[in-house]
């Protein structure tokens, strides 16, 4: 093992310490990805690898841990500094390898998509807490992510925190234009549907 390996290992033991303190202990198992996520000429390879958080809320978070380098560095920072990914669903967590899928497992899917893309945007461009982006689906339609600070640590004195990706749909960008993103992101926390991103719930705002 090299000096890079031994540093790498160490970071990362430090890092999911730091987010088990905030989320509780992960799941024994990590959805590693087939071909493991690099960005090069722009050109995002491969997925995130996801990391499963069972016990903090009702139902699991997913985090990434790859973003963050062992020295402090990571995605473009925002106004907040660098960050991991997270996000949420109401689904208990089960096998990753389930056949036939639950509801978890393609929710899992969903947020690991969601996550690659931003994580590959994120090399270039700053995201910034009470934005949305706008991403496409497998299915070639749009998604579109809310982001949030959810929560800060540190890591060997340098500061970081865990960015929010919350899906809302598209019927929704009304109401947030109508009521500023952090409004809208306030009363999705008054209707307890905050930090969640699963899409089998209604869409929030005036109908006529």
Known sequence: MSDNDEQYIAHYNLKQ???ETILGSSADVIGHAII???VIAGMTLGAVDMHYFPNHVEGTGFTTMELIQTDGTGPVPN?????????FTKQPFNDINQDPPTAFNMMERRV????TQ????????AFNPYEICQI???????????????????IEGH??????CME???EELTTVANFGHQGFLEMLKMIKIYPYSDMDRNWVGMRK
């Open 17 to 19: 310490q730091a987010i």
């Open 36 to 38: 493991p996520f690099r």
């Open 79 to 87: 106004t907040n500094g660098t960050y991991e990914l997270i996000a």
């Open 112 to 115: 690991c998509e969601n996550f």
């Open 118 to 125: 931003i994580a590959g945007a994120a090399q270039e461009k």
């Open 136 to 154: 496409s689906g497998s299915d070639g339609k749009p998604r579109y992510i809310l982001f949030d600070v959810y929560r800060e640590f540190e």
């Open 159 to 164: 500061k970081h925190h865990l960015l929010l």
């Open 168 to 170: 809302l749909f598209e």
